[in-house]
Each structure stands twice: as C-alpha cells, then as structure tokens.
C-alpha cells in the first residue's frame, strides 16, 4: 500500500528569503531557471510559505536586462535602488501593465521613461 504523500518527505529546507528552517513539504519550490518541471542536475531553491505569500507572482520578463543596464552605470546602492524603483514605478503606471518590446530589449528606455516622468 502506498503512504500518504505528505508523509514521505521529514527533511528540512532552509528558506532563502528569511532564511527560517522548515519541512519540505511545507515550501515552496523555488527555480530560478523558471522551468521547474525539468530536474535533471539542478538544485531547488525554498521559501517558506510565509514568504511565498508575501512575493509578487507576476511574469518577470525584461527584469534581468533592466537590472543588468542599471548595474552596467556603475551605480551606487542607493542610487541603483532609486533609479529601479523609477523604472519598476513607471511600468506599473502603464495603462495596460505590460512591457514593451523596447522595455525588454534596452533596460535603458524604461530608465530613460522614468526619469522623463518624474520631471528629471
């Protein structure tokens, strides 16, 4: 006979938001790659569902090229975090909420919208 499922795994993770401990079956599987139904040679990473519910689920497309033309400016971290909150504020703004092409192909456009926007 087969064991209940939730009974099957007592290990701990750790979550890599607050960094608690707690049992497996109690995260939330977290992959970085965004394809968590391919496991082959890969390592999870966790959040406890307290943390899990405190993340925005929304898409992440054109994040990663908004970061890394933030960060390629040579930025202090306060100076990074301000112009990222800008350009994040200013997509949010948006009436349809989405991003444009030009959003994910230059991270620079957004910046470059959010300074405009806040009279810079």
């Not at 948006?94 to 470059?112: E, I, K, V, Y």
Request: aromatic share 6%.
């Amino acid at each position: 006979m087969w064991r209940a499922r939730r009974s099957r795994d007592r290990r701990t993770v750790i979550c890599i938001a607050c960094g608690d401990s707690v049992l497996r079956e109690d995260a939330r599987e977290y992959d970085k790659e965004g394809d968590r139904w391919s496991r082959r040679d890969k390592e999870f990473e966790y959040l406890c569902t307290d943390c899990d519910d405190e993340i925005c689920h929304q898409p992440r497309d054109g994040l990663e090229s908004l970061i890394c033309s933030i960060e390629s400016d040579g930025l202090s971290r306060e100076e990074f975090l301000g112009r990222y909150a800008d350009a994040v504020e200013s997509r949010a703004t948006r009436a349809d909420g989405s991003m444009t092409d030009a959003d994910t192909s230059n991270g620079a456009d957004a910046l470059d919208d959010a300074d405009t926007s806040n009279g810079a």
